[in-house]
């Protein structure tokens, strides 16, 4: 019998740490090669870490919410012979083993049916690490939380509601109920401070931005674009999707993406990337833009790759699958690196306009703020409604002077005003 210690791999570029989201295994448990061991979030993604061996788990090191480090033990399996589990012939430790864990089994699941598996309520619902371990700081049972995020996910705000509602409940029993208030007493209402560690995602998103904005000076070049020819041509895209039968849906990013490109061609240092340690730009080959995407842990931005080889609907179909890999934490290591200029954008929620904080080691990013209607004075002084918007994009003035940033920035503009451009641009 011999006890092997996995050690947390490498998981990614300068990654050396990642937070212990769930355990999907517990000590006792036998399990197989490649069998999934825990989940794992890093500053890029959440990973799922399989087992090398064969073997009975005997210790699982840290616990859900706290931090792992790269080459650190995570998990200590028992090996029988071959590498495998429990070697033949010790049925006495397996009987130990197993009189350990009947006791335990016992308590933690109640219900007699043996099917069910012995874990809290809670473990099933979808919430962050720090939400969490704040429902188990006050006792609160998630089950019973209704979660406003995406796909009903419990969010921090949601537990801070349930607290305020007076609902801290005890050992997952139900809210006390509160007494009535009499008219005349006033409510006092008592929040407690709350630290939360600034951890996994957010803690990379805080030490990224600090690195960009202190070692990039930027500046913002904003303009106002008209959109109303891109809103046209959009429509008319998707009505022609539909009338084929194909579900495909255009959004107005493959424009904008198909616009970078463009412009990209025109200057193509502003596609690019800073070595900080030889001190060299450089210049990428390939077109691999970076869409932010706002997630329940975070801001993330999937890159998507070789934007000018892909037609609109691929490239449609594409940001629509990061999206969603992105929002539901199932996105990989490879969806997440590479990218040479980003996006972002809140779409109906995006503001007048902002200024974006370049992506490093990008030297640029384009900011895409809200479309709205409003009387514009057009050619022969003829006053008309039309779909107007600004777009914002922040430099580093290291590589981009100003006038090529600006310069930049209407090529991005000349293919939106006149969309059809871009059809050509793809031909």
Known sequence: MALYDFKLPDIGEGVVEGEIVKWLVKPGDEIKEDQPMVEVMTDKATVVIPSPKRGRVTKVWGKEGEIAKVHHPLVTLEMGEGGGGAEKGNGHAAAALAAVKAPAAAVRAPAPAPAMRAEASSDKVLATPVTRRMAREHGLDLARISGTGPQGRVTKVDVEAMLSNGGAAVNGSAPAQRAPIAPSAP????????RVPIRGLRKKIAEKMVKSKFTAPHYTFVEEIDATGLVGVRERLNLALKAQGDETKVSFLPFFCKALVGAFREFPEVNSNMDEATQELIVRGDYNVGIAAATATGL????????????MKALAA???????????GKLKMDELTGGSFTITSLGQTGGLFATPIINHPEVAIMGIHKMRKRPVVVEDDKIEVRQMMYLSFSFDHRVIDGAVGANFAYAVIKYLVNPELLFLEMA
């Open 187 to 194: 409510l006092q209402l008592v929040r407690g401070d709350t």
């Open 300 to 311: 993330t931005v999937p890159v998507v790759k070789g934007v000018d080889r892909l037609s």
């Open 318 to 328: 594409e940001i629509t699958r990061l999206g969603a890999a992105a929002r539901d």
